[in-house]
């Protein structure tokens, strides 16, 4: 349990760094570094280490399309522009929306069934996120609304529903064509970061960096913000790519995938701690509210299978 614990504070600690590191470079930029650098790794890995998977078809090339633009490159440009507005539990806490919108698309695309009692969970779940919605810093009230919902929060839910169907696609070249998952994470995250690094051009202008009044051993403003974005792709690629997907292969060894995916709905707790801790932001009860409802929706939603397994 101790190791379930430690994957979703790792994972819930990505967003975190993601909201450091844009204090000091812009959002789709970043992602293009991350994105890049992620994918030669884990490609590198992939060629010189398990060579007898490394395999690509070209009959699957539509997939890997959909896999780059869904999985890498929407969900991951649309949460990183809405961490500029918003902090990093709440985004962290949007994407415990994940389980129920995956269930929807399994439901309408895959023609699986769903129970009363999940359906009831699904219910519980969604409106379990009307309280954090409503709840807004001052920086995302400035921003554009469509009613009640802000802009940031928006592209947040846009991230988490591009991210699920993502996922389908995902499964279906693992599972259904049998291609190893770091190659198929290693080619959607090369081609995702190419794409944003090309976004950014047209949309961010020239690369460049963010200077603050912080120093670190005598560097200028401009290096230690080029050391921290560099400490910040470094820590997101080990953590998000090396230690949480290696981690979450070990832990699915010894537990359910149920269970697993059960116990994430703590991650947003982590974040909101590491919130307090590093930028002095307490979580509004409006977020506890949404964490509790969310709780009991997922159980709900899973209860069979928890008492199963």
């Given at each position: 349990?101790?190791?379930?614990?430690?994957?979703?504070?790792?994972?819930?600690?990505?967003?975190?760094?993601?909201?450091?590191?844009l204090?000091?470079?812009?959002?789709?930029?970043?992602?293009?570094?991350?994105?890049?650098?992620?994918?030669?790794?884990?490609?590198?890995?992939?060629?010189?280490?398990?060579?007898?998977?490394?395999?690509?078809?070209?009959?699957?090339?539509?997939?890997?399309?959909?896999?780059?633009?869904?999985?890498?490159?929407?969900?991951?440009?649309?949460?990183?522009?809405?961490?500029?507005?918003?902090?990093?539990?709440?985004?962290?806490?949007?994407?415990?929306?994940?389980?129920?919108?995956?269930?929807?698309?399994?439901?309408?695309?895959?023609?699986?069934?769903?129970?009363?009692?999940?359906?009831?969970?699904?219910?519980?779940?969604?409106?379990?996120?009307?309280?954090?919605?409503?709840?807004?810093?001052?920086?995302?009230?400035?921003?554009?609304?469509?009613?009640?919902?802000?802009?940031?929060?928006?592209?947040?839910?846009?991230?988490?529903?591009?991210?699920?169907?993502?996922?389908?696609?995902?499964?279906?070249?693992?599972?259904?064509?049998?291609?190893?998952?770091?190659?198929?994470?290693?080619?959607?995250?090369?081609?995702?970061?190419?794409?944003?690094?090309?976004t950014s051009l047209?949309?961010?202008?020239?690369?460049?960096?963010?200077?603050v009044?912080?120093?670190?051993?005598?560097?200028?403003?401009?290096?230690?913000?080029?050391?921290?974005?560099?400490?910040?792709?470094?820590?997101?690629?080990?953590?998000?790519?090396?230690?949480?997907?290696?981690?979450?292969?070990?832990?699915?060894?010894?537990?359910?995938?149920?269970?697993?995916?059960?116990?994430?709905?703590?991650?947003?707790?982590?974040?909101a701690?590491?919130?307090?801790?590093?930028?002095?932001q307490?979580?509004?009860?409006?977020?506890?509210?949404?964490?509790?409802?969310?709780?009991?929706?997922?159980?709900?939603f899973?209860?069979?299978?928890?008492?199963?397994?």
């Amino acid at each position: 349990m101790v190791l379930i614990l430690l994957l979703y504070m790792l994972f819930a600690s990505t967003f975190t760094l993601g909201k450091i590191a844009l204090e000091y470079i812009s959002p789709i930029l970043f992602i293009a570094i991350r994105m890049i650098s992620a994918g030669i790794l884990m490609l590198g890995y992939q060629y010189f280490f398990n060579h007898s998977r490394w395999r690509y078809q070209w009959r699957d090339a539509v997939a890997f399309v959909q896999l780059t633009v869904f999985l890498m490159f929407i969900p991951f440009v649309a949460e990183y522009w809405a961490l500029q507005y918003v902090t990093a539990s709440k985004a962290c806490l949007l994407y415990n929306l994940s389980p129920f919108v995956t269930a929807l698309f399994a439901y309408f695309l895959l023609a699986e069934r769903l129970t009363r009692k999940q359906w009831f969970g699904l219910m519980i779940g969604f409106l379990g996120f009307i309280p954090i919605l409503i709840s807004q810093t001052d920086i995302e009230l400035l921003t554009f609304h469509i009613g009640v919902i802000s802009m940031p929060e928006i592209f947040l839910l846009i991230s988490v529903i591009s991210s699920c169907y993502g996922w389908i696609i995902m499964k279906q070249l693992v599972k259904e064509r049998s291609y190893s998952s770091v190659m198929v994470n290693g080619v959607a995250m090369l081609w995702a970061g190419v794409l944003s690094l090309l976004t950014s051009l047209i949309l961010e202008g020239k690369p460049h960096l963010y200077t603050v009044n912080r120093s670190f051993y005598g560097l200028s403003p401009y290096h230690y913000a080029l050391l921290m974005t560099m400490l910040c792709t470094i820590l997101l690629v080990l953590i998000g790519h090396v230690v949480c997907f290696n981690l979450y292969s070990v832990l699915l060894r010894r537990y359910s995938a149920t269970f697993i995916s059960f116990a994430g709905f703590v991650t947003p707790l982590f974040a909101a701690l590491f919130d307090w801790i590093i930028f002095g932001q307490l979580a509004p009860v409006a977020f506890f509210i949404t964490v509790g409802l969310v709780g009991c929706g997922l159980y709900t939603f899973y209860q069979d299978e928890l008492i199963t397994n």
